[in-house]
């Protein structure tokens, strides 16, 4: 069976809508590690980590309640669909040879889907998986990216599962498409600490700006940006108090703050500093808890995210909902450069805890010069 065209889905009374889980993605970022390809997903549950997927996407589903009616699911099977979901009416599509999924499962799954005529694809997961599904159709059939990935950097991904089902709403009432950036993030260099990001290709998306995610930028070291780092970093250091725990976010912006300490600093993870000294580096969710039992004064200093304004829950995936109600809202230390401030408008949260995203919302004062201050709103998406 041939897919429908696009412009079929704005006339129809229902649409087919395929759902494929990536059931690995997203399982390193708790633990601290960059990734769960390959042998990362064995490590990854060494260390205790969980799935993260199958609720992002009960969540998604959640949000789609009440269009049962208009939307026909192809889901794949097992852990890649199936085990996760229970939707009236559904078909699994295709079979797993083993029980460990491997990316040409996602692959073949997609192109089997469009086969049976899809009319859009949601997949659940990270950058990777993006990938993946634009190595099988290309731009073929439009896509919704669920974000659950420990790397959720491209510009398919909707801001959040609730964010995700809004678009395919918006895509059965007959919404348009638009391209968006799929991004090849060099695996090596990331776990090296460093973030190289190039362009692999783009996918067709609903075009629903407003719940879809900008792809991440990366901010030029320009000199007026330099010097804006460095008279932040020197205001943030005068303002550190002794006998407090700093928790280091991922970042440049924070990387000048261990640099104005004189401190080594994991540009990409979470370090741990006490006195103006370094007290544990790349630091996992449970390491981090560790430290809190120990240290009773602790403060988070993060920055947000470049192009998309995420504060948590892209990038830092170890300051967990547990972690952040620990040290509270009140503790935690925003820095940003004015041209990143500008750029984004507002802030973001998208922890995977309702309640903690509603205990982050409101308004924030960021650092954004030699202790001068912006307030700026925090929206959980």
């Known amino acids: 069976m041939g897919r429908s065209t696009l412009a079929d889905h704005k006339n129809a009374t229902s649409i087919r809508v395929g759902l494929i889980v990536n059931p690995i ?34 969540a998604f589903l959640a949000a789609l309640e009440g269009r049962e009616s208009t939307i026909r699911w192809l889901i794949a099977p097992g852990p890649m669909g199936a085990d996760h979901v229970s ?29 049976e005529g899809i009319d859009l694809l949601v997949f659940v997961g990270g950058d990777g998986t993006a990938r993946d599904i634009f190595d099988a159709v290309g731009t073929q059939v439009p896509v919704v990216g669920v974000p659950a990935g420990v790397k959720v950097y491209s510009g398919v991904f909707a801001l959040s599962p609730r964010a995700a089902a ?26 090296a600490g460093r973030l190289e990001a190039h362009l692999y290709g783009y996918l067709l998306v609903p075009d629903v700006p407003p719940q879809l995610q900008p792809s991440k930028e990366g901010t030029r070291a320009t000199p007026d940006t330099v010097a804006n780092r460095e008279d932040i970093a020197t205001a943030m250091v005068e303002l550190m108090k002794p006998d407090t725990l700093y928790l280091l976010g991922p970042g440049t912006t924070v990387k000048a703050v261990a640099d104005e300490l004189g401190v080594p600093k994991t540009l990409l ?27 009773p004064q602790r403060e988070i200093v993060v920055t947000p995210l470049g192009g998309n304004g995420f504060l948590f829950g892209r990038g830092n995936k170890p300051f967990t909902p547990a972690v952040i109600r620990q040290v509270g809202r009140e503790h935690i230390l925003v820095i940003a450069t004015e041209g990143k401030i500008r750029q984004v408008g507002h802030l973001r949260v998208d922890t995977g805890d309702p309640e903690v995203d509603a205990l982050l919302q409101g308004y924030i004062e960021v650092l954004i010069g030699y202790h001068y201050y912006r307030v700026v709103k925090v929206v959980a998406t």
């Open 25 to 58: 993605a997203g399982m390193g970022g708790s633990v601290g590690l960059k990734g769960t390809d390959g042998d990362l997903a064995l490590q990854a549950r060494a260390l205790g980590a969980r799935p993260v997927t199958p609720a992002r996407t009960r």
């Open 87 to 115: 939707l009236r009416g559904s078909r699994v599509v295709g079979q797993l040879s083993e029980a460990q999924t491997r990316a040409e499962d996602t692959r073949r799954i997609a192109r089997l889907m469009v086969q």
């Open 166 to 191: 809004e678009m395919v709403r918006a895509f059965a009432d007959g919404a348009g498409v638009t391209e968006a950036e799929v991004l090849d993030i060099d695996e090596e260099a990331f776990r």
């Open 269 to 295: 993870g979470i370090d741990a500093v006490y006195d103006r000294q370094v007290v544990a580096m790349d630091l996992n969710e449970q390491q981090i808890l560790e430290l809190l039992k120990v240290y």
